[in-house]
């Protein structure tokens, strides 16, 4: 069975930094690229960043481009998000997905809590 | 980057009607990359459609998509109890990858 578990999430400062932590398991963690998704509060959804398989590859949107980074561990079968210079516009639950096929996502996590409040 | 935009907002309606789902796109998007999604409160999202209109695994099939190019619509045949909930359109053929805002499909 396909397992994503996010980890990481928290309350922050502005101006401050988390690490997001995604923790994969139930299929080969090595021959997929991931992504990153994150839904404010009663909104909608909104696609972050994304990583291919062997994490040579990155993509951003232009709200977190030089902000945060997304990584991976293959050994660990872990995904990552670093996120720095949090801002409250960034308050968000965050969900890692896998990348089925395309840039198509089939499986999600259930998402960890990011607030940023002082 | 591609807009896309669903209507209508919410949608109120009884087990047993029909609902249809609308999402428009600022620009085409191939047939080959759009996705719908179904969301229930505290749940991640669960993928319903891709391809523009092939159901994912064990998606039942009063589930189907209609449409190409810039204007999509869902339906949903007969509405059970299990499938009032958000359902968003995706597509994933260019970056950024982007979402609708959502359909809110509630119980009247």
């Known amino acids: 069975e396909v397992q994503l578990v996010e980890s990481g999430g928290g309350l922050v400062q502005p101006g401050g930094s988390l690490r997001l932590s995604c923790a994969a398991s139930?299929?080969?963690?090595?021959?997929?690229?991931m992504h990153w998704v994150r839904q404010s509060p009663g909104k909608g959804l909104v696609w972050v960043s994304r990583?291919?398989?062997?994490?040579?590859?990155?993509t951003y949107a232009d709200s977190v481009k030089g902000r945060f980074t997304i990584s991976r561990d293959n050994a660990k079968n872990t995904l990552y998000l670093q996120m720095n210079s949090l801002r409250a516009e960034d308050t968000a639950v965050y969900y890692c997905?896998?990348?089925?096929?395309?840039?198509?996502?089939?499986?999600w996590g259930q998402g960890t809590l990011v607030t940023v409040s002082s | 980057e591609v807009v896309l935009t669903q209507s209508p907002g919410t949608l109120s309606l009884s087990p047993g009607e029909r609902a249809t789902l609308s999402c428009r796109a600022s620009?085409?998007?191939?047939?080959?990359?759009l996705a719908w999604y179904q969301q229930k409160p505290g749940q991640a999202p669960r993928l319903l459609i891709y391809?523009?209109?092939t159901r994912a695994t064990g998606i039942p099939d009063r589930f189907s998509v209609s449409g190409s190019g810039t204007d999509f619509t869902l339906t949903i045949s007969r509405l059970e109890p299990e499938d009032f909930a958000v359902y968003y359109c995706?597509?994933?053929?260019?970056?950024?990858?982007?979402f609708g805002p959502g359909t809110k499909v509630d119980i009247k």
């Open positions: 995706h597509q994933y053929g260019s970056s950024p990858f982007t």
């Open positions: 990583i291919n398989s062997d994490g040579s590859g990155t």
């Open positions: 997905a896998r990348v089925w096929f395309g840039e198509l996502v089939d499986y």
């Open positions: 139930g299929f080969t963690f090595t021959n997929y690229w």
């Open positions: 391809g523009a209109s």
């Open positions: 620009q085409s998007v191939g047939s080959s990359y």
